[in-house]
């Protein structure tokens, strides 16, 4: 499956923006999915997840997108978001998507077979 992340830019700290994965080759609705990001000499680290059906969806342990990201989709359009709200300088990074059949509950960018290319987001102090 070929995924692709879109909806990244320039924001300023406080403002919001609203990441997409599509995909095409094979339908979404077979993959659990992730968003990661990895800012400048940083690991690449999971953000959040979401099961197949959409119904269970899970973030980061770190309290650093709590209450501020959501993950969702609609497997009727072969998509899959992320709003991101109140964002922060360090949100500053490139976000990735990546599916999987069997990550439900995975962190590990390992456990992801699929990866996106990458959107970036800037967020201005």
């Known amino acids: 499956v070929q995924l692709q992340a879109s909806g990244g830019g320039l924001v300023q700290a406080g403002g919001s923006l609203g990441l997409s994965c599509g995909a095409s080759?094979?339908?979404?609705?077979?993959?659990?999915m992730g968003w990661f990001r990895q800012a400048p000499g940083k690991e690449r680290e999971f953000v959040a997840g979401?099961?197949?059906?959409?119904?269970?969806?899970?973030?980061t342990d770190t309290d650093s997108v709590k209450g501020r990201f959501t993950i969702s989709r609609d497997n009727a359009k072969n998509t899959v978001y992320l709003q991101m709200n109140s964002l922060k300088p360090e949100d500053t990074a490139v976000y990735y998507c990546?599916?999987?059949?069997?990550?439900?509950?995975?962190?590990?960018?390992?456990?992801?077979?699929?990866w996106g290319q990458g959107t970036q987001v800037t967020v201005s102090s």
């Open positions: 990546a599916a999987d059949r069997l990550a439900w509950g995975a962190s590990h960018p390992a456990r992801y077979q699929y």
């Open positions: 080759g094979r339908t979404l609705s077979m993959y659990d």
């Open positions: 979401i099961d197949r059906s959409g119904d269970n969806v899970y973030y």
